[in-house]
């Protein structure tokens, strides 16, 4: 059921992603969402195994060590434009946040849940996590800055 809701979700913004954006319509990105929530329903059912022979940090080094090289060709130019010497403190412990603990951790906590839980009730979690999210972001952020949205 928390499969279906997730595809669902993606598919309700895929329909109707024009009417209620505040930007242009992308189909290129509206593709890419449908075919992330796929994906990610795809692995909470395939890891279902692997977390009974293997530990999750094992199975998250993998994930990682595998989206790392998929992704390397698309993002390499970008990331070497980055200007690395031109970080501050502030600018190192953002991207550590957002690498270690919104990333990794969430992730490894996810994971964590599929010994405990079964694929649908996790898939639910995460998705409806995501719309607590941008409520949170509609009730604090509006009020401080238009950008919340993007």
């Not at 928390?2 to 024009?18: D, P, R, Y």
């Not at 189909?27 to 059912?45: E, K, M, T």
């Not at 992704?71 to 990331?79: H, I, N, Q, R, Y």
């Not at 979690?125 to 972001?137: G, K, N, P, S």
Request: hydrophobic letters at 50%.
């Amino acid at each position: 059921m928390g499969i279906a809701c997730g595809i669902s979700g993606a598919t309700l913004l895929i329909i109707f992603g024009g009417n209620i954006s505040s930007g242009i319509s992308n189909p290129i990105g509206d593709l890419c969402i449908l075919i992330n929530s796929l994906s990610y329903a795809l692995y909470l059912v395939m890891v279902l195994p692997l977390m009974k022979k293997y530990h999750p940090v094992t199975i998250m080094q993998a994930v990682f060590l595998m989206g790392s090289v998929m992704v390397l060709p698309f993002g390499w130019g970008e990331f070497t434009e980055i200007q690395w010497h031109t970080f501050q403190t502030g600018d190192w412990m953002a991207t550590v946040f957002v690498v270690v603990g919104t990333t990794f951790l969430a992730y490894l906590f996810n994971t964590l849940a599929l010994r405990e839980l079964s694929a649908g009730v996790v898939s639910v979690y995460i998705y409806f996590a995501t719309l607590a999210r941008c409520r949170i972001c509609y009730t604090i952020e509006a009020r401080i800055s238009p950008m919340c949205y993007i």
